[in-house]
């Protein structure tokens, strides 16, 4: 259990680097997955659209949600959002630099899987079949076809074994004509998604520095912050949960000893210091008003000396809400540093 627990805090320490890991993971995984995938056109006029732009559109769409599900700042990202404003800000500016930074790491594994598939030529070759233009690649002598029977000539051209129409178009001639198109926007694709993933990890710091450094900096606290919180509620829990019961079997002693059980008692070394871990929050309802005055009104980005709490959970009540954007000492200090 030891290890595990030292794994588990060395993820949390270095989830950035985590997070780029399982992102590379999954952009390996979908290729490995569009290797072992069985790709059979049905070569039907009317299903092979569907099939083959759906092999090539959603895979990349499930990559991409779970790019997100996987992100633990997912969860943080929606809290923020939705919480009540109460005395502390939201910055519109955080937020978006938070669900773009999230969404570069989901683009990988989808962006992945669209140039293999494009590079590949499938997907394309089964959609567009039935549009190979015949008047420059085909047989103009052929005895001319109705349109239904040209379209189903057409759509057998990715199934080679069943194609039936090389008097029409030859079959090695189709496919490369197809492939060829698929392999160039495959190439784009790549060469624009590169220019793009430079564009923005490379220029968006230079428009504004201070600006980028500060939605940074408050994505990083707002992160820590939720870490902490977690820790401290589970720290309280663990000590709420020992006193609880060790004064259940303290009534449970006295009980039998009214019983004329009488049992050897012994107060825990622990007690104490389990008490002490409790901050003064020692029942169900201050816990609970504790955790909806956290999330309604979370207190000022303003360090101040420790006060009494108030009926809502945190002292100086009339003081204005401070909002994460404006002038402090953190912000102050990027500026000057700039």
């Known amino acids: 259990m030891d290890k595990f627990r030292m794994i588990f805090q060395f993820f949390q320490s270095n989830q950035e680097s985590f997070m780029n890991g399982i992102c590379g993971i999954m952009a390996l995984a979908s290729t ?20 083959g732009l759906g092999i090539l559109l959603v895979p990349p769409f ?12 997912i969860s943080m990202l929606a809290e923020e959002w939705r919480r009540p404003r109460g005395r502390r800000g939201k910055d519109a500016a955080v937020l978006r630099y938070m669900c773009c930074s999230m969404a570069q790491r989901a683009m990988i594994a989808p962006v992945v899987w669209l140039s293999v598939t494009l590079l ?52 090695e001639v189709a496919v490369r004509y197809l492939r060829c198109i698929s392999q160039a926007l495959g190439w784009c694709f790549v060469l624009l998604m590169t220019i793009l993933a430079f564009l923005v990890r490379s220029l968006r710091p230079c428009f504004s520095q201070a600006a980028f450094l500060k939605s940074r900096y408050w994505s990083h606290y707002i992160d ?8 401290t509620c ?18 449970m002693s006295t009980d039998l000893e009214a ?18 871990k ?48 404006a002038p402090r000492k953190e912000t102050a200090a990027y500026y000057s540093w700039v």
């Open 32 to 51: 490995q997955m569009y290797s072992a995938f069985d790709f059979n056109c049905p070569c039907l006029p009317q299903y092979n659209l569907a099939y």
């Open 62 to 73: 499930i990559l991409f949600l779970l790019g997100f599900v996987l992100n633990n700042n």
């Open 120 to 171: 590949d030529g499938k997907c394309i070759t089964c959609a567009f079949c039935t549009s190979v233009p015949l008047e420059s690649l085909g047989n103009a002598s052929h005895p001319r076809l109705s349109q239904g029977e040209l379209q189903r000539v057409l759509a057998r051209i990715p199934c080679k074994e069943i194609y039936n129409g090389q008097q029409l178009i030859a079959n």
């Open 224 to 231: 820590i912050e939720r870490k902490l919180f977690d820790e």
């Open 234 to 251: 589970a720290e309280h829990a663990r000590s709420f949960a020992k006193v609880c019961i060790q004064q259940f079997f303290e009534g």
């Open 259 to 276: 019983a004329r059980c009488h049992l050897p008692r012994k107060a825990p070394a622990d007690a104490g210091e389990a008490a002490e």
């Open 278 to 325: 409790l901050l003064g929050i020692t029942d169900q309802g201050t816990m609970n008003m504790a955790l909806k005055s956290w999330h309604r009104c979370k207190p000022p980005l303003h360090l101040h000396p420790p006060a009494q709490p108030t009926g809502n959970g945190w002292a100086g009540e009339g003081q204005p809400p401070t909002h994460p954007s």
